[in-house]
């Protein structure tokens, strides 16, 4: 007689964390999350709802991939809006959030926050 299907919880932890660790290099090496995913979540969300084992986390390790790839989609998208101002003249504004301080080789140094760019919030 066959056992049931069992994995250990600390386990099905670790398969999660790899299938987001997943997602996240599969973004960085160009894949994107787009309308061609929506199947997928819609199978991973149906494969919860019905509570089987097996089922169950082969949907939890879907959505984590899938959340993986939106992840690293929503930072590249960031990125790209200050990578395109390299080599550039440009004139920010922010607010200076810390207490300056002097670095190791005598200059002034402080942290910015809510940074503009021509009227528009930068990340950072």
Known sequence: MRKP????????????????????MLGRFGFTFGVSLLPVVVAA????????TRLALGGL???AL???LWRTGAW???????T?????????????IDDPSL?????????LGYLKLGGRDLPG
């Open 5 to 24: 299907f069992a994995v250990r919880r600390n386990t099905k932890i670790s398969l999660i964390f790899g299938a987001l660790l997943a997602g996240v």
């Open 45 to 52: 969300c149906a494969a919860l709802l019905l509570g089987r």
């Open 61 to 63: 390790l879907a959505l």
């Open 66 to 68: 899938v959340l993986g």
């Open 76 to 82: 590249t998208a960031d990125r790209a809006q200050l």
């Open 84 to 96: 395109s101002l390299i080599g550039q003249n440009v004139t920010v504004t922010g607010t200076i």
């Open 103 to 111: 670095s190791d080789k005598g200059l002034l140094t402080f942290k």
